[in-house]
């Protein structure tokens, strides 16, 4: 079966405690991309990745890292995350950037920063 | 980046179809037509894109202004599962896709 899979679902953490928030998908796709979304501004993307090693900011980069060493996977780091970035976070990923294809998202991640 | 417009919410009963609209005037001629849903507690799901002409899969179908500065996803029987925020979007060259804050679709039995 398609999917993309994050982990954890649910996360809560104290300020400035690194965390990870892992993305994996199964369909060989080559674009990959973060995006979080809070109530009255909808979904923003954060970073995205058009291939393996080729990483680059999208609308709301600050706070976030990303990595891309295999194609599968594409994880999120909070190097020292704060309570702004309290959020619903869901990672997608779709063919490639030119392709118009239907973009995958998984079930998410909400993080709550106490 | 194109914006979209869509009403905040629209209501349907159960088993007839749903029109929920889009505008999109300043679209380029290389953007997309995309139309994701996200219910409860699920991430978005794709539902169906198209560029200029009319377009059907199995869960809807697009239609698309001439002009393309407009255009409707139509449900032919909506049902209670159908309920969610159905975002319009358009997508270009880089990927991306820009959500806007979608239109929250109500479906009564």
């Known amino acids: 079966e398609a999917q993309v899979t994050q982990n954890p679902r649910y996360l809560i953490t104290v300020t400035g405690k690194k965390l990870t928030v892992t993305c994996s998908q199964n369909m060989n796709h080559e674009y990959m991309s973060w995006y979080r979304q809070d109530p009255g501004l909808g979904l923003r993307q954060i970073y995205y990745s058009m291939n393996v090693e080729v990483t680059d900011k999208g609308d709301v980069p600050e706070g976030y890292k990303v990595s891309r060493k295999e194609k599968r996977n594409f994880p999120l780091i909070l190097e020292s995350p704060s309570p702004n970035q309290t959020s619903l976070y869901f990672c997608a990923s779709s063919l490639n950037r030119v392709e118009v294809t239907e973009a995958f998202f998984g079930q998410g991640t909400r993080l709550t920063v106490v | 980046d194109a914006k979209t417009t869509q009403p905040n919410s629209m209501e349907s009963n159960e088993e007839e179809p749903v029109h929920l609209p889009c505008n999109h005037s300043?679209?380029?001629?290389?953007?997309?037509i995309h139309w994701y849903r996200q219910l409860p507690s699920q991430g978005p799901e794709y539902v169906i894109h198209?560029?200029?002409s009319n377009v059907n899969n199995r869960m809807a179908s697009l239609a698309i202004a001439e002009d393309r500065k407009s255009s409707t996803l139509i449900l032919h029987r909506a049902t209670l599962r159908d309920a969610a925020v159905y975002y319009c979007i358009l997508r270009g060259n880089t990927g991306k896709l820009i959500f806007g804050q979608g239109t929250t679709l109500q479906v009564k039995p």
């Open positions: 198209g560029l200029t």
């Open positions: 300043t679209i380029s001629g290389t953007d997309y």
